[in-house]
């Protein structure tokens, strides 16, 4: 008889899958952005990287940080998987609709949506990136990292064909609204999938599923560190736009965009890390060390990958780019080995289910960020935004170090269960 999969063996399995979505997203994500300088006016480029994040952050909102508990609790709910997932659609749908519109109404984005058309294309967007988004967190939860990095590998591709068709008209209504309706279908896709998955569950019992006071405790906390970690995405492209323009906002945004791959590459490693810790049957002890050497790994490809890939990667854009952004992914490759011990401990606090400091902590990120940015973009240009995130990630370390060390050490003497043999 074949032996089982250790939950050392998926933990290997799925953090690669997930890996290989980060890299394969950030790299295909770096293809689309310079494809488009080359087609496109800088400007409207600029507008749309600006219309993008915006929509993205607002999906991001509109999920409710339902991500986290799909990835902590999936695993142990059984019989109310289908439930919970189909809740959770039905209900984000609802909240994007609503955001969407009133970012519309409200005015907020006047400045990067000129007709009507626009503006509504712009609240299908946030429903539609917010069914995408929080897929990645479902499947991950229902150990189907595999199907992660297809959909988002798959979607980056194919988004950038219209960029290279569709260029009778060089606005950047043809970028957002090629790349909305690609991200429909390839979501269409994820959720099937999802619910056939979750189908095959129905005979599973839940009963290491937490009660309903203890989901929701656990699901504010992760909501309010949502909304806080929200501001920082939405707040800066905005904030470089109003006073730098929007061609500064498309050399910020490439290197952004190469810092945010980092991001997600040192998520992807933490999510399934979080996903198998999380069975009651796991070697905590076992799948800590491992996920400690492949973290240390991913942060040194992340931080190299930034202070010598990033600045070649804008210089074959164009000297612009490099003469702008350079300094920038210098100071976030420095700011990238300071999250990532930062989100060790918020890994760590999951699993444990101690999440105020946390929470606190988010905020201060999120405070420090903003308001360094916002005072340091005028003297330093881009690289003031770099000098405020890597600010704002000591601070927060400081906070977290006492009690990161002390988690690390008591999942560390956790006894290790008995393996099944056979």
């Keep these: 008889m074949s032996r089982r999969p250790s939950g050392r063996d998926l933990l290997v399995r799925n953090a690669s899958a997930l890996m290989l979505s980060s890299v394969g997203t950030g790299a295909l994500g770096l293809v689309y952005w310079i494809i488009a300088e080359h087609h496109f006016p800088t400007s409207e480029v600029g507008r749309a990287s600006a219309i993008i994040s915006s929509a993205t952050v607002l999906s991001s909102l509109a999920c409710l940080s339902l991500g986290g508990a799909y990835q902590r609790f999936l695993p142990v709910s059984g019989d109310r998987t289908v439930r919970l997932l189909l809740g959770g659609h039905l209900l984000i749908t609802a909240t994007a609709t609503l955001l969407g519109t009133g970012f519309v109404l409200l005015g907020f984005g006047d400045r990067l949506l000129f007709s009507t058309g626009e503006r509504w294309g712009f609240v299908a967007m946030v429903i539609v990136f917010a069914q995408y988004a929080i897929c990645d967190p479902i499947l991950t939860g229902l150990r189907q990292a595999p199907a992660v990095a297809a959909k988002n590998i798959g979607l980056s591709a194919i988004k950038i064909v219209p960029l290279v068709v569709i260029t009778a008209t060089p606005t950047a209504f043809v970028i957002t609204g090629s790349w909305a309706v690609a991200a429909a279908v390839i979501t269409a896709i994820a959720i099937f999938h999802g619910f056939r998955v979750a189908l095959r569950r129905r005979d599973e019992s839940h009963a290491l599923l937490p009660g309903g006071r203890e989901l929701l405790s656990?699901?504010?906390?992760?909501?309010?560190?949502?909304?806080?970690?929200?501001?920082?995405?939405?707040?800066?492209?905005?904030?470089?736009?109003?006073?730098?323009?929007?061609?500064?906002?498309?050399?910020?945004?490439?290197?952004?965009t190469m810092c945010s791959a980092v991001g997600l590459l040192r998520a992807a490693v933490g999510s399934a890390f979080v996903v198998e810790a999380a069975l009651p049957d796991a070697d905590r002890p076992a799948l800590l060390r491992r996920f400690g050497r492949m973290l240390a790994a991913v942060t040194a490809l992340g931080a190299g990958g930034l202070a010598i890939g990033g600045p070649l990667v804008l210089w074959f854009t164009g000297p612009d780019y490099l003469h702008a952004a350079a300094p920038l992914m210098m100071v976030m490759a420095v700011d990238s080995i300071v999250q990532t011990c930062v989100t060790t401990y918020y890994l760590v606090a999951q699993l444990q289910r101690r999440l105020r400091l946390m929470v606190a902590a988010q905020i201060v990120v999120m405070v420090l960020t903003v308001g360094g940015s916002a005072v340091l973009l005028a003297p330093l240009g881009l690289v003031g935004v770099a000098v405020g995130s890597l600010s704002a990630s000591v601070v927060a370390l400081l906070i977290v170090a006492r009690p990161l060390v002390r988690g690390i050490r008591e999942m560390a003497t956790v006894e290790r269960p008995v393996e099944p043999v056979g």
Excluded: E, I, R
Excluded at 224 to 253: D, E, I, R, W
């Design 218 to 256: 656990f699901q504010s906390a992760f909501f309010a560190m949502m909304l806080v970690s929200s501001v920082t995405p939405l707040v800066l492209p905005l904030l470089v736009v109003h006073q730098a323009g929007t061609t500064q906002n498309a050399y910020f945004n490439l290197a952004w």
